[in-house]
């Protein structure tokens, strides 16, 4: 029986929220460990597509340095699953907060991430990834 699209949202929610949780936390281990061995990934670092877990890895190890993030808003969280269930894409707003030097919150970045899950052997792991930062631009244009 295919979960619904509902049950797959609240599960890869969840997980995702587990996952960014630890990475804030300095726990980069939690997404590294989810991450399929041909995993495809883009960030705004990154020149071009990273492909393998082996060379995500490298690329996040290299630039990974703990956030010291305090609190993170998760927005507009959404998923599409295959007909089989057995594939979904989650996307969602994603802001995250540090303390500034007199120990108040402020905001260290808004993201627009996409992960797509892939359920292996009862587990959910993510197979591509792709961040990108939001509010980046200062005027709205497509080119």
């Known amino acids: 029986m295919k979960p619904t699209d509902e049950n797959i949202t609240k599960i890869l929610t969840d997980l995702e929220i587990s996952l960014n949780e630890r990475w804030s936390k300095g726990d980069s281990s939690g997404y590294f460990d989810n991450y399929h061995e041909s995993i ?5 670092v990154a020149e071009h597509q990273l492909i393998g877990k082996e060379a995500v890895l490298a690329h996040l190890t290299k630039l990974y340095k703990n956030p ?4 993170n808003e998760y927005n507009h969280p959404y998923v599409i699953a295959s007909d089989d269930g057995g594939l979904a894409v989650l996307g969602y707003n994603l802001n995250t907060f540090v303390l500034d030097e007199a120990g108040n919150e402020k905001q260290l970045r808004a993201w627009n991430a996409t992960e797509v899950y ?3 052997e009862g587990e959910w792991r993510i197979v591509h990834s792709n961040w990108g930062l939001a509010k980046s631009l200062n005027i709205a244009t497509a080119s």
């Open 68 to 71: 010291h993030i305090v609190r």
């Open 118 to 120: 892939k359920l292996i």
């Open 40 to 44: 495809t990934y883009f960030d705004p």
